[in-house]
């Protein structure tokens, strides 16, 4: 049974996931608590990223992708159900790419234009606050407030993601996926990148995708190990990387396939 | 006035877009009313609740307006026996009128006095039909656009007393724009529709007075004899069997496609094997464009070219040598038609022949064939299919150009095969037969209409060919 | 060895044979190019003869406080031969006509023109010149030889040696010819002018723009973003691309069947040879538009979608503002093809003489080619240098359009 007042940002369960005929995930079954880090790891075509993609539907978007499974927000709304708006739901939960991708757009639109389509500031001076704060939160305001009009491609790769997390982090979401953030960026952007996570877990909850085992240790307290479309194992950061209930589990752990 | 009252549309709704806007927020700061969408969106669905019946209203306005017109000159009220005319009479009336008009509003003449003939003839209904006539535009412009400012002031109170914080602006925007975008789309299709429509309806008109196997068997082409011999008989039936021939049109088209092919292909080809294969990439940067300015330029500039320069300078050369050659050979359209048509062979083959892989090149290098070696035994194989589906299109071209045969080639059908003989071309003829006086309800007009059937019809074959071999060949190298 | 050296030998000839081919290519741009320049460019000359008019009251119907209109409508024939015979004193009826044709037809129009911008010119004498006719024009040109039997010239031996004296008194001389810009059709070449027709073609593109680019976006949009692939758009997909290669003359017969024929749109006017035209270019329109969709990155959706926006919000916000060069450029280009374009013009009529420059899309008027294809028609050595000073600016036109084409291309796309 499902506890209506869990400390659960997300409960999953029954997860199956097909592309056309292929089988991307296989009854899987996880809960993400609240203000904690979780991570998704396991080798490449695991179906790490085609879970994460299912918690803001953004499978959706696949013709071919067909999700079945429950899924519920904060113990009570069902995500896929017909009641819901996908996009109310996207307002709840963020989500921030492999590659950095902001809009070809000036700094402060990238991260004003969500607060904007939902209507969530009401004057202009309490969307300039929002921005600000988002990329304050971002730990990139220091570095772009004398440019906010600058057009946001002309950024680094790991200022660009970290606007992207701003751009996440404005419409006030109570959680933030994260699929591979720091795979296209360098060891000292990804460096603050992993910093800032570690911030954000205060406020939101965080589940991210990640095929560097180092990263899950240093940013996660909840570790999921997947594999061929299974949930290996789900535990305590710590013990996953220690000591492992499932021999599979520590073979990829100690570097033996993947 | 139409004008001015599309103007007065495209401002009406935007300004009603402020108005809708600021309806919804001051239900949500004055009223302290939910919405349910943001403001903008309150705004976005008056302006489309407003300008889509208006611009809709405005094309049909537009579309229709000689329709209007002749329903507002022949009323029933001047003319009670309207509705029995044949369409025969009516369009006698309505030229008189149409005459009439020009001088009824003169103030200098005095419609009472003097023998003004025109005048004296005309009935006292069809004096009053001309004055209308006369004031139509006035009149049609005029209720145009008092109609265009009240229509959107009108829905755009209507729509936005309808706002309220229940009704989701958003996603009935979303919707409305949704079926525009798809009814766009359609369009596409209903100008095929209407191609077709159009041609098959007039051609089976004109295969009502000509028997179909007349017209594609025989070898005379002569519509000048399609006349009426008076007007209780109609056409003269053995002229009409001996008129329209299509045999020498389609000969002579083949034969004009063909000398321009004999250019197109050999020069096309060859320069896109230069510029893919040889030439250095400055070489290429220069000499590219200046080829594809060939195919910029309209084909009116090559006919004329074709008929000033190169008709008379064949003729010249032909003459030295001993050859009689006509001032409109079909050689001299040929050639100008192969010259329009070169940049049209290289840029296809070009695009073909850069996508062979390079791993075939590579393979043929490493045996020790030379560069002609390779591209003779191994990428113009390989690249067959495309290279004849660019040749297919080019042909489909040279048959349906029409400028450069009807300045350079001859109007009159001749059934040869030497090109410096006169030839004619389908689409000189379709030019020719509709240029002047455009009668629905004689053969010499229909028979353009028969002719662009068949001309589409071919040109849709070896289009459909050409694309599905380029669309195959793209598909292996991909 | 010698088997190498020939395939060698084969290699060199192939490769020369490439070049060759280019080069003959090119050489046709060239020959094209000096044709059109070296026969147009006389017709932005224009002769003009140098006489001393006396505006004579006893010949001028009007007087100074006339009225414009009052100016405009009356007639200036007999100043005209008046000022003939003042600067040719002594002619006999014979000669006098001789030497009247040797002056434009429109002498009258032009004196008529001068009163109105000088109304008090009226009883003074004025040192003008006046255009000569388009065959003096064409002798002082050197374009009719001078030295073949008087039967086979235009301009007779009294004609020349009028000419000669007034050469030699340095009255004969040459201004730009600025008629050929402001002035409609004209069956004098002297007089002819271009705007017309530019005018005309003018409305048509802007009908043809209306009509494709909206429609031509907006299509394209749905193919790319919001259709699932499947029959009807594999339907739609074949259809577009063989519109893109139906020969011209067939839209021009849609044009007379279905718009004027069956709607009963008026026939010669640029509303219906701009929708003809438009109907031409919306698959250029709607190929380019989508190649250009297909450009934008499929992680700028995704991130619109990221934060909650619709589709639609995400196609309208992020997807089309950033495939609108590529748009723009394919519109541009298609708009070049639909100028240059001739035969459906033919079809629907805007082909006509028309002298009055029309003043919006439902007056009759011919288009830029189409007023070529007519001039080229004349055989007044006179509207040769028009045709092809016409197809010069046609030329210029197309270059512009592919030119900001181009530009808008560079400077706007954004690099992904």
Redesign the interface.
Known sequence: MVDQNSNYALQTSEVYVHYGKKMAINNVALNFPKNEVTSLIGPSGCGKSTFLRCLNRMNDVIDICNVKGKFLLNGNVDIYSPDIQVETLREKVGMVFQKPNPFPKTIYDNVAYGPKIHGIASSQNELDEIVKDSLHRAGLYEEVKDRMDDIATGLSGGQQQRLCIARAIAIRPEIILMDEPCSALDPIATAKIEDLINELKENYTIIIVTHSMSQASRVSSKTAFFHLGNLVEYGETGKIFTKPDKEQTNDYITGRFG | M??LSLVFVFILSYSFYFYGKKRALSLKFKKNEN?SS??DYYGYYVVLLVFFPAIIIWFFL??????FQ?MFVMSPVLFPDVATWSSGKFGLIMNKISNLSMIVNLSEIDLTVGDKSILKMASESEIIAAKNLANFDKIYGWSNLTLFIILPVLLGFLATKSISGKLNA?PIV?KI??Y???G??????F??F??F???V??AINFFRYVNFMDFFFNTAWNPNRAFVINASEGFDQEALKEAFGFVPLLTGTLLIASVAMLVAV??????A???A???SSKVRDI?KP??E??A??????????A???LAPFIKDVGEGVGLPVSAESALAAGLAMG?MI??FV?SLSDDVIKAVPQSLREGSYAIGA????T??KVILPAALAGIMGSFL?AI??A?????IV??AASLRANLTFNPLEPATTI?TQ??TS??GD?E?DNPKTLV??AL?LT??VM??IL??A??TIVKKYREKYE | MSSLEKRLAAEKRFKFYGMFAMTLSLFFVLILMYKIFSTGSGAFVRTTINADVYFDPNFIEVSSNSSKKEIMKASYVDLADQVINQNHPGLDEENFIKVREMYTRKFDYQLRDYIVNNPNVIGKTVNLDISASSDLDQIVKGNYPRNVPEAQRKINDYQLSILDSLDSKGKMSKTFNFWFFTNGDSRDPETAGILGALMGSFYALLICFSFAFPIGLLASVYLEEFVKPGKITDIIEVNINNLAAVPSIVYGLLGLGMLIGVFGMPYQVPLVGGLVLGFMTLPTIIIASRASLRGVPPSIREGALAVGATKMQTVFHHVIPLSLPGTLTGTIIGMAQALGETAPLLLVGMVAFVMEIPGGAFDPATGLPSQIYLWSESAERGFLEKTSAGIMLLLSFLIIMNTVAVLVRRKLEVKW
């Open positions: 139409l004008y919405l943001l403001p537009l579309i229709f307006k000689s329709n002749e958003q979303e724009i949704s525009v975008i798809k766009s789309s359609y369009i596409a299709i100008i095929t209407g191609i429509f159009s041609l309806f007039e050999p020069l096309g080809l060859l320069t094997i230069y510029l294969e040889y030439a000499a200046i080829i300015i060939l910029g330029i309209p084909t009116v500039v090559y006919g004329f070219f008929a000033l320069s010259v070169i940049p290289s030379t560069k002609s070696e591209i003779k299109l489909s071209r048959i349906g150009e029409t400028m009807v300045m689409t379709i030019v509709l240029i455009v629905f353009a209409f662009g001309l589409f040109t849709l289009n459909i050409a694309i």
